[in-house]
């Protein structure tokens, strides 16, 4: 009976499908700026602009539509919202490369002056995932923080 039980804790385990993306914000005094490494997966990202913008965009296949750094630009500016010293600053999109099954995503967002506190709010695939988890791995002033959003908890604030 045991072996049973165990057999379909495994296969749902296996069947179980996980909702995670990764962020690094590294903070770059000389360039008075945060520079935002992004790592999402392509088909959950596919997904959620497909239904976002009312139709299928092919993200990474040949039948990616034409302007995909515009929808990926709105779609993340809309999700990311970033306060420093408890001011909201515009997200700048640089561009984004696929690394197997992976959209990498480039970001900066200004940063005038000493950085003292971080609040970043991320529902990055939340409407399409309710358990997608969105990991913040920072690098400010020397120090590294992480923070852990989920739908239940999309903000977090960092002091630094």
């Known amino acids: 009976m045991f072996l049973?039980?165990?057999?379909g804790l495994l296969t749902a385990a296996a069947a179980h499908k996980y909702y995670v993306a990764v962020f690094l914000v590294e903070h770059a005094p000389a360039k008075k700026q945060l520079q935002i490494t992004a790592r999402v997966f392509v088909d959950d990202l596919d997904a959620a602009l497909s239904k976002t913008n009312g139709k299928e965009l092919?993200?990474?296949?040949k039948k990616e539509v034409p302007g995909m750094?515009?929808?990926l630009a709105?779609?993340?500016s809309e999700k990311i919202?970033?306060?420093v010293n408890g001011r909201e600053k515009p997200i700048s999109f640089l561009g984004h490369e696929i690394e197997d099954d992976v959209l990498i995503g480039y970001f900066t967002?200004?940063?005038?002056?000493?950085?003292?506190?971080?609040e970043i709010k991320n529902t990055l695939l939340f409407e399409s995932f309710p358990d997608q988890q969105n990991i913040i791995n920072t690098n400010i002033n020397s120090n590294k923080k992480s923070l852990l959003l989920t739908n239940d908890n999309p903000?977090?604030?960092l002091q630094f």
Do not use: P
């Open 4 to 7: 049973f039980m165990l057999a």
């Open 58 to 61: 092919y993200l990474a296949t």
């Open 69 to 71: 750094d515009d929808y």
């Open 74 to 76: 709105a779609y993340f």
């Open 81 to 83: 919202k970033i306060k």
């Open 109 to 118: 967002v200004e940063v005038k002056g000493k950085l003292k506190d971080l």
């Open 155 to 157: 903000v977090g604030n």
